[in-house]
């Protein structure tokens, strides 16, 4: 079964310095991993996704984040946070499901706060 | 968020009404999602229609019941909810339904059950 850890439900940074936000994952197969934003009162929106291609992804915003196997890690980060950052993220992992299609699992999220 | 639309973004109902969620897809996708997002908890896939199949996901209640018409417009039809209900709910599309298809999400529908 899969699943999804994000270890922090909130950071903090001040603008103009590095954001790290963490993501771990279980999973029986290879899967693919997704970072997703929501902004307050808005939909998701994709910032990038690990689908067994290179392991560094790099997504929009300048937010990149890199696929650790033997950590099971795929940790999100941006050297530079700006004031418009500041919204909730989301890791998923998706896998195979019933009859080929994907089941995808949600993180419960990390809230980003920038600091001006 | 123009490829995947919801109405209406806001909702309130008491327990016996009778309402229905619109999603509409203007990506060209073969597959579409109904998510539940509360406060606190993970996002929770409902159900997953690719066209027009269902896979359902066995934990969601028979108050809640999709529709999809087409593979364009999916719809979520909602009866005699519980204020526990009351949640964001989240439509998505994707062009195919295996791992790794990126998911295209609409804003949502804030619903309220009174």
């Known amino acids: 079964a899969q699943s999804v850890t994000q270890l922090d439900s909130h950071v903090s940074v001040s603008e103009g310095t590095p954001v790290l936000l963490r993501c771990n994952y279980s999973?029986?197969?290879?899967?693919?991993l997704f970072w997703y934003v929501q902004h307050p009162n808005k939909g998701l929106q994709l910032l990038l996704k690990y689908t067994s291609a290179a392991t560094l992804v790099k997504g929009i915003n300048g937010f990149e984040a890199e696929f650790k196997k033997s950590e099971t890690s795929f940790h999100l980060t941006k050297p530079s946070a700006h004031m418009s950052d500041a919204a909730e993220y989301f890791c998923v992992v998706s896998e195979g499901w019933d009859r080929g299609y994907q089941k995808v699992t949600f993180g419960t999220g990390t809230k980003l706060q920038v600091i001006p | 968020e123009t490829g995947v639309t919801q109405t209406p973004r806001h909702l309130v109902m008491g327990m016996t009404n009778k309402k229905s969620l619109k999603c509409e897809q203007h990506?060209?996708?073969?597959?579409m999602y109904w998510y539940k997002q509360s406060a606190k908890k993970p996002l929770e896939l409902m159900f997953v229609y690719s066209l027009e199949e269902r896979v359902e996901n066995n934990s969601v209640p028979s108050r809640f019941s999709p529709e999809c018409p087409n593979s364009s417009h999916l719809f979520l039809h909602l009866h005699t909810l519980q204020p526990e209900d009351s949640a964001l709910y989240l439509c998505?599309?994707?062009?195919?339904?295996?791992?790794?298809?990126?998911?295209?999400f609409g804003p949502g529908t804030r619903l309220t059950v009174l």
């Open positions: 990506l060209g996708h073969n597959a």
């Open positions: 998505a599309s994707s062009q195919g339904r295996g791992v790794g298809d990126t998911q295209y």
């Open positions: 999973s029986s197969y290879s899967p693919s």
